[in-house]
């Protein structure tokens, strides 16, 4: 089945590094990708997607490329802030008459002053 | 778009007992999914909710313990029964398209 690999955190950033945080993806057909934010104690948010292969996803200075030949999906920022402190979920949408979503583990990022 | 409706928020429960989770979509939908995130986790699918039929149960997730009804193409509920500590975990449902997912608000579920 469909499944969603991304790195594993924690991943600890000075501001004003510039992050990636890898994402590949295992997937038949074209799956639409995305990225989910889940701060400290809050439900988890939709960051950004990309709905076909080149499609740049870009949210909040965060930034995303759907890679079909590489089957990656990762996710970057130049310049991260305190506040960016999170954990990151990779995940794609497979069709199964619905469209369920399969997540990564999540990549943990803390970011120091 | 898609608005969903959970309920309860949270809670706390004793061990042993059972709490069923509802949750409202603002439109139809085929199917609706339930997920588990337990601490420091990610999301686990849990089991696909089709209207009409029996539920479809993921790897390690049984019907006897997450018992699910759709009784109709808005509306869902998850049951955790004959809870332990282990059942503590945010459950959450969400509905899918082929671009976008929406995911109810979670239901914070602790047992003690």
């Known amino acids: 089945g469909n499944s969603v690999t991304q790195m594993e955190g924690p991943v600890t950033l000075s501001e004003e590094a510039f992050l990636t945080i890898n994402c590949t993806y295992t997937?038949?057909?074209?799956?639409?990708l995305f990225w989910y934010v889940q701060y400290p104690g809050e439900g988890l948010q939709l960051l950004l997607k990309?709905?076909?292969?080149?499609d740049k996803g870009s949210n909040k200075g965060f930034e995303a490329t759907y890679r079909k030949e590489t089957t990656s999906f990762h996710l970057e920022k130049g310049s991260v802030q305190v506040s960016d402190s999170a954990v990151y979920f990779c995940?794609?949408?497979?069709?199964?008459?619905?469209?369920?979503?399969?997540f990564g583990a999540g990549t943990r990022l803390f970011v120091k002053a | 778009s898609a608005v969903i409706s959970q309920k309860p928020s949270r809670d706390i429960c004793q061990r042993g007992t059972s709490l069923t989770i509802q949750c409202q979509v603002d439109?139809?939908?085929?199917?609706m999914f339930w997920y588990r995130q337990q601490p420091g986790q990610s999301l686990t699918l849990i089991a696909t909710?089709?209207?009409?039929?029996?539920?479809?149960?993921e790897s390690g997730f049984v019907i006897d313990k997450f018992p699910i009804s759709r009784p109709n193409l808005t509306f869902s509920t998850l049951t955790v029964s004959n809870m332990s500590p282990e059942d503590s975990s945010i459950y959450l449902c969400?509905?899918?398209?082929?671009?976008?997912?929406?995911f109810g608000q979670g239901t914070r579920l602790t047992v003690v």
């Open positions: 990309a709905t076909k292969a080149d």
């Open positions: 909710a089709n209207q009409g039929s029996e539920a479809t149960y």
């Open positions: 995940a794609l949408s497979e069709d199964t008459g619905g469209f369920k979503t399969i």
């Open positions: 439109s139809q939908v085929t199917m």
């Open positions: 997937a038949t057909g074209y799956p639409s």
């Open positions: 969400s509905v899918g398209t082929p671009t976008l997912a929406f």
